[in-house]
């Protein structure tokens, strides 16, 4: 396999990981809005909700990137479950765990979606390189406000 493959596919591996996070996170995060409590019950509610709804935008754009570069995007839940690095809402866990929980996912999606764009950039595909770094510079922001919320 000639060498520029080899990065092409390396990036593409990387973007389905950062495909099967997206669309276990946008599950926590439900799971997640429907449970919280609490005195920051409101804030959180709608946090969550927000989030869940950018995920579901990222997880569709990552998908047709990948199909635009003529790659086959995971589709399955257990082909997500297989790869993703983040892990699935207990259904035990208290407002706090939750916030610190999301706060930590984000940070990882976050380092992950920018060696995405350090590959793809290392590929000489720029666009995907831009996608990526626009959507961890979303999830950045989000992880700091979490991280606001509490008190860090």
């Keep these: 396999m000639a060498k520029e493959q080899k990065k092409e596919l390396e990036y593409i591996v990387e973007a389905n990981k950062v495909l099967a996070n997206l669309n276990v ?51 399955t839940l257990k082909e997500y479950l297989e790869i993703a690095t983040i892990k699935e809402a207990t259904g035990k866990e208290n407002t706090a765990a939750m916030v610190k929980a999301v706060e930590s996912d984000l940070q990882m ?17 720029s666009l995907t390189e831009a996608m990526f770094e626009e959507m961890a510079e979303s999830f950045k ?7 606001a919320v509490m008190g860090k």
């Design 25 to 75: 996170l946008f599950v926590k995060l439900h799971n997640y809005h429907w449970f919280v409590t609490g005195e920051h019950f409101f804030g959180l509610h709608a946090k969550f909700e927000e989030l869940y709804d950018e995920c579901a935008l990222h997880l569709d754009a990552v998908a047709e990137r990948i199909l635009t570069v003529n790659e086959k995007p995971l589709a």
């Design 109 to 125: 999606m976050a380092d992950e979606m920018l060696q995405v764009a350090d590959l793809a950039d290392d590929a000489d595909d």
């Design 141 to 147: 922001k989000h992880a700091w406000m979490l991280r």
